[in-house]
């Protein structure tokens, strides 16, 4: 029985264990997956700071009917906190500085007229004046010991200035997996030879290898040629030391589609073969007592592709402990008809139109070979197998790729 979509998908994640943890430097962690809580170590802002160029006044002079100012001194940012004598006098302040004991609140130049009065320089307010005005204050965003980034995050550009700030110069975070992708087929030669007539160039392995970049994975390939023995001698000597196995080719009903008995040969559980889906119907999963997982995707690069997309990238998320992406979803910009008894994956471009709704613009494609109609799509749209006719403005959901 052949397995839905959904149930190959549980299956599959069902196999997920954690690839464990190891501490790198913050600088280095970008891209990777948090696996412990970043505090804040102070509160945030840490102290009573400036937000704007001015003067720091006591706000009880305005009740005394005051509106000029003699300046006593300069607070500036990185200056230790200065203290206001003379309370209907006033500090000069600077953004980022720390606010003068004794003051309470700031007048932005713009508001202020400058003078000099027996050789002491003063200012005159023009402009009302709020209590507490233009301070931030210590802990209103955030107070000390508070969750910042929660576990399972993926460090970015944010995350990163906020490890900077709380001075956590060593995360602990999730080990990547150790990635073998295996291309299968004779008719596959080196990217930099030219092929003869009836060859290809190698390119699943470097779709995947791309992707697995952008996840901040660095993986090893190799090429084996549809030879049985080969193929289990090679990958006999990839079972140690290994997380994950992602081929691609020779798991169909070919003649010289060897790699499903070789797999078995070698003590690999077969989890399924073949998913109602297309692309991707041969796709065969599997996994090794303490070994890797195997992926066997079919060689056709559109499936490969879907499948990586649909079932390896989430597996290697999740056994990073990274929190699953929200699902995401478009309408149709076009009715499509499909009749048979699968779920599509469709290649669209997206388009987010001004009322906020997300078009998916169907691409043209002229079957799971043609690799070059993923250029210009974005996503695979998910048309369920129970329906055979999608209307125009019909919502599903897409698998993004870009
Ligand atoms: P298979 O699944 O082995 O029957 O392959 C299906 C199609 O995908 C064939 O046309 C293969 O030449 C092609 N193919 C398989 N593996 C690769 C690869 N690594 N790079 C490019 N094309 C491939
Ligand atoms: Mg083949």
Redesign the pocket.
């Given at each position: 029985m052949m397995l839905t979509v959904a149930a190959a998908f549980k299956a599959v994640i069902q196999t997920v264990r954690d690839l464990g943890t190891e501490t790198v430097p913050f600088e280095s962690a970008t891209g990777r997956i948090l696996r412990e809580s970043v505090l804040a170590d102070r509160p945030f802002p840490p102290f009573d700071r400036i937000t704007m160029d001015g003067i720091a006044v006591n706000y009880d002079s305005f009740a005394r009917g005051q509106h000029i100012f003699g300046v006593e001194d300069i607070q500036a940012a990185g200056m230790p906190q200065l203290q206001l004598s003379n309370t209907a006098n006033c500090i000069e302040v600077m953004t980022g500085a720390i606010l003068p004991e004794m003051t309470d609140t700031v007048i932005p130049y713009e508001h202020l007229t400058p003078s000099e009065h027996e050789g002491f320089r003063r200012f005159t307010v023009h402009k009302a004046v709020k209590k507490g005005q233009n301070i931030h204050r210590i802990g209103s965003d955030i107070a000390t010991g508070a969750v910042l980034i929660p576990p399972g995050t993926l460090i970015g550009p944010a995350e990163a200035g906020v490890l900077a700030t709380v001075g956590k110069t060593n995360v602990l975070v999730s080990k990547q997996p150790r990635v073998v992708l295996i291309?299968?087929?004779n008719?596959?030669v080196p990217v930099h030879t030219t092929p003869a007539l009836h060859q290809?160039?190698?390119?699943?392995?470097y779709s995947m290898l791309a992707s697995l970049e952008q996840m901040g994975i660095k993986a090893r390939y190799l090429h084996l040629n549809d030879e049985a023995e080969e193929m289990r001698e090679q990958l006999q000597s990839l079972l140690e030391e290994t997380d994950i196995w992602i081929s691609?080719?020779?798991?169909?009903a070919?003649k010289f589609?060897y790699l499903p008995a070789v797999l078995q040969q070698l003590g690999m559980q077969q989890v399924f073969h073949k998913v109602q889906q297309r692309p991707g119907k041969?796709f065969l999963f599997g996994r090794f007592n303490e070994g890797p997982v195997v992926f066997a995707l079919?060689?056709?690069?559109v499936s490969?592709f879907m499948c990586f997309y649909r079932y390896v990238q989430p597996w290697i998320q999740s056994a990073m402990g990274a929190t699953l992406q929200e699902p995401c979803y478009a309408q149709l910009s076009e009715k499509v008809i499909f009749d048979a008894a699968l779920e599509y994956y469709l290649p669209v471009k997206l388009q987010s139109e001004p009322d906020g709704r997300m078009i998916a613009i169907p691409q043209p494609y002229q079957g799971s070979?043609d690799l070059a109609s993923l250029l210009k799509a974005d996503a695979f749209l998910t048309l369920p197998s129970e329906e055979n006719v999608f209307e125009k403005g019909s919502t599903y959901q897409v698998w993004r790729f870009r």
């Open positions: 291309a299968t087929g008719e596959l290809v160039r190698m390119s699943n392995v691609s080719g020779a798991v169909s070919g589609d041969p079919p060689g056709n690069p490969g070979g």
